[in-house]
């Protein structure tokens, strides 16, 4: 019993009676044809057109032979961004220091990116956007003022702290929040 199955499974391979349709030659030309000649046109789009047309295909098989679009970005990258701009730069942030009593300390810290080097740190119990908008006037007062900031999203800079940087002229990056 198992050589007939056998042996009418392999009649229905030589038949083609198994698999996806062959796809004709015109249809794929078609599809590439309509995605060149109309570049802001995606798998979505062609494929609606294609069933206007007549032709009964899936969305994805649309997809699958739609050239390869190349990714030009005309605009700068981050790495280049700062490779030409790295004298013009520095870096604010907090760090967290348990002390011997199991209290926390917040360090701010200034770094030029430059240099990689650390310009500015000082230590407090409670850091308030006051008191930091404090550290960078008296980091500025020594050091020529940067055209931009990198800073997180932290709560600790608050909108005192923003208003003095925009009167000092700098521009503020700020980084994306980590997700959790």
């Excluded at 392999?10 to 038949?15: H, Q, T, V």
């Excluded at 494929?47 to 649309?62: N, P």
């Excluded at 013009?88 to 990116?113: A, C, W």
């Excluded at 005192?160 to 929040?177: C, P, R, W």
């Amino acid at each position: 019993m198992a050589q007939v199955r056998f042996s009418s499974f392999l009649a229905m391979e030589e038949r083609g009676g198994g698999g996806r349709p062959v796809m004709n030659m015109e249809v794929i030309i078609l599809i590439k044809k309509m995605a060149n000649e109309n570049p802001l046109w995606g798998a979505p789009r062609i494929h609606s057109e294609l069933l206007k047309l007549g032709y009964k295909i899936s969305e994805s098989t649309v997809q699958r032979y739609m050239p390869k679009k190349r990714t030009r970005n005309n605009g700068q990258n981050w790495k280049t961004f700062l490779k030409n701009h790295s004298k013009d730069i520095i870096s604010i942030d907090f760090l967290t220091v348990p002390t011997i009593n199991f209290k926390l300390m917040y360090v701010l810290v200034i770094i030029e990116h430059h240099r990689r080097k650390l310009i500015h740190f000082n230590v407090t119990k409670n850091p308030t956007s006051e008191w930091t908008m404090q550290q960078l006037r008296n980091l500025l007062f020594e050091y020529k003022s940067p055209k931009y900031l990198i800073r997180d999203r932290d709560r600790k800079y608050g909108n005192l702290f923003n208003e003095g940087i925009n009167h000092f002229g700098i521009k503020q990056i700020i980084t994306a929040e980590w997700l959790c």
